[in-house]
């Protein structure tokens, strides 16, 4: 589930990438318009060619994160079958922690930006969130499928973001084996 880069071909799409990874690094108010065009080798101009704002690549950045992710689940669920959740929960909570801030997961890289963020992206967000989470109630099957579908993103979430926030190795892996413990019981 690691995200390509983008080739040198099409100039929307690698500033869409390079604003993936500029808003997970330095979040929305820490991203400029200059350092995220440069990211994708471009120019302030070229961004401007394609975006009417950073609003709008940041939305494009969400939209694409939580795809990503939703990419991710399917093709779990395509190769583990009804067993899909163990292994998902173990790689996300696992491998995926390993990666650069700037490839981490859109959920809880972009939550707390588009809390602040305008009607439009929250809508977007929204959208892309509903996706996501029928996806993964599919994968449930069952009685409250809904449910447990949000209660497993939200323990992935929240893991994330509390691991990738401390600084002490020890309390990182605890935090981890517990989130795991709890995701794997719903």
């Known amino acids: 589930m690691a995200r390509p880069r983008k080739d040198e071909g099409d100039a929307r799409a690698r500033l869409v990438d390079a ?6 690094t330095g979040g929305f108010g820490g991203a400029g318009v200059d350092a995220l065009a440069k990211g994708a080798g471009l120019t302030s101009g070229a961004f401007y060619a394609h975006f009417d704002s950073k609003a709008d690549a940041f939305r494009l950045a969400v939209a694409d994160g939580l795809a990503f992710l939703r990419g991710g689940v399917s093709q779990f669920q395509e190769r583990y079958g009804s067993g899909w959740r163990d292994p998902f929960i173990d790689f996300y909570l696992g491998e995926r922690m390993e990666v650069g801030l700037d490839e981490a997961c859109a959920l ?3 939550s707390s930006d588009v809390a602040r963020s305008d009607a439009a992206t929250r809508a977007v967000y929204q959208a892309e969130l509903e996706r996501l989470v029928d996806l993964v109630a599919h994968g449930f099957r069952g009685a409250h499928a809904r449910q447990r579908a949000l209660a497993l993103l939200a323990i992935l979430t929240g ?3 509390l691991a990738r926030a401390v600084k002490d190795d020890g309390i990182r892996r605890d935090i981890l ?3 795991k413990v709890a995701a794997k019981a719903i």
Do not use: I, T, W
């Not at 604003?19 to 997970?24: K, L, Q």
């Open 19 to 24: 604003a993936g990874r500029g808003f997970r």
């Open 108 to 110: 809880p890289s972009f």
């Open 159 to 161: 893991a994330a973001d």
């Open 177 to 179: 084996a517990a989130a």
